[in-house]
């Protein structure tokens, strides 16, 4: 056969596995693609989050929390968001342990605190809202409030703190910042009032002003952290809670 027949036969021959080949490869290369993408999307799913219950920062808190909780004794156990967080505990009058975690919502209060050890604590105070404003109705609000109540050993007294007035700019995050926080707060005084040892504790009036907003001396940049002036006349509104509570 004659060299030319027998190249043109083989260009011929590899043509054709060519293009019977090439759906195959198509075919890998997309299925390919697709398990990539899925694993990508399964690996996204498994990704923590980055606030609240399973982020590794809020876990790390809380399993620190809980340690410190195991060795509590006759202390004053306190559970909120970063008002609370940001006191310094050096100046109550009674000893406190202090398991508040900055950004802390009420129903990740309400999964974590079944994990803390209460066994050594004199009382306990709840404070929290403000991280909750606009994330759920006011009514949602306070059955999650109601659960973290009922979760506290009938016997110990509850110090159920108020929640803190604002200002500008976290104060026009919602038109109607003024009516949630108020009705927040009736929600805390009604659901204190239903479970026994439990006392409702107002904030300070001496932190806003006559029109309710938190006194500009007292707030910073962000409109809902308090300065450290603010901060002790808190502190000592709730040092003069606990120690009613604990005559």
């Excluded at 054709?16 to 899925?38: D, E, K, N, S, T």
């Excluded at 990508?40 to 989050?49: C, G, K, T, V």
């Excluded at 659960?147 to 506290?152: F, G, M, P």
């Excluded at 009516?179 to 107002?202: D, H, M, Y």
Aim: proline fraction near 8%; charged fraction near 15%; charge should be negative.
């Amino acid at each position: 056969m004659p060299l030319g027949t027998v190249a043109q036969r083989l260009e011929n021959w590899t043509d054709m596995i060519g293009r019977q080949a090439l759906p195959i490869i198509l075919a890998f290369v997309a299925g390919g693609i697709l398990v990539a993408g899925a694993m990508h999307i399964r690996y996204a799913m498994r990704e923590p989050p980055t606030s609240g219950p399973g982020s590794p920062a809020y876990d790390t808190d809380v399993s620190h929390g809980v340690l410190r909780s195991e060795q509590m004794a006759g202390a004053v156990a306190i559970f909120g968001d970063s008002h609370t967080e940001r006191l310094a505990t050096s100046r109550h009058s009674i000893p406190v342990e202090n398991f508040a975690i900055s950004g802390n919502r009420i129903e990740w209060i309400e999964a974590s605190l079944p994990q803390y050890d209460l066994h050594g604590a004199k009382a306990v105070v709840i404070e929290s809202g403000t991280p909750d404003l606009g994330r759920m109705p006011v009514a949602e609000f306070g059955k999650h409030y109601g659960a973290v109540l009922n979760l506290v050993p009938s016997k110990l007294p509850i110090i159920a703190m108020g929640m803190f007035p604002v200002r500008k700019p976290f104060a026009d995050k919602y038109p109607d910042m003024q009516t949630l926080i108020s009705e927040t707060n009736r929600v805390i005084r009604q659901t204190c009032a239903i479970r026994p040892n439990c006392t409702f504790v107002p904030v300070p009036v001496a932190l806003s002003g006559h029109d309710g907003w938190l006194l500009p001396q007292y707030a910073e940049a962000d409109g809902v952290q308090m300065k450290a002036a603010a901060e002790l006349i808190y502190l000592r509104a709730l040092d003069s809670a606990i120690a009613a509570v604990l005559h």
